[in-house]
């Protein structure tokens, strides 16, 4: 009898040891291709950056994302969805932009340690585009 129980308390405490290291191990790579924004970034502060983007700039999504491939030889018909991995070169003068914005604020505007500099926006893309697809030249 001591023996059962002892294994079961032995089984116990390995399932608890499974289960809390399992609970305290999070998908840091929750999104695909990100590679300017912070990969622990949290949906809430995605969606709110992004909103911010295409406010300042008067652009959709699919202004940098473009529509999923679609598989010619599927039976089954795919949704005009967009694939936000997918990379193209409006993307990457975005991720251009994004970084010079995020080194400007972080040189010259980082003084509250507390805040990362890329959620900084003293200089963001309204600063120079001004509710234009592309930057205004004076």
């Not at 023996?3 to 289960?19: E, G, P, R, S």
């Not at 679609?70 to 936000?84: E, L, N, Q």
Request: proline share 4%; hydrophobic share 40%.
């Amino acid at each position: 009898m001591f023996h059962v129980q002892k294994k079961v308390m032995i089984l116990v405490f390995v399932l608890l040891a499974v289960i809390s290291t399992a609970a305290t191990l999070r998908s840091v790579k929750k999104y695909k291709n990100l590679q300017v924004l912070p990969h622990d970034i949290t949906e809430k502060q995605l969606d709110s950056i992004m909103n911010a983007y295409s406010k300042a700039l008067k652009v959709n999504c699919d202004f940098c994302h473009k529509p999923t491939k679609k598989d010619i030889f599927s039976i089954t018909p795919v949704a005009d969805k967009t694939d936000f991995s997918l990379d193209n070169e409006m993307k990457e003068n975005a991720r251009r932009m994004i970084r010079m914005t995020i080194d400007i604020n972080k040189k010259y505007f980082y003084f509250d340690s507390i805040v990362r500099p890329e959620y900084l926006n003293v200089v963001s893309c309204n600063t120079c585009h001004r509710g234009n697809p592309f930057p205004i030249s004076e």
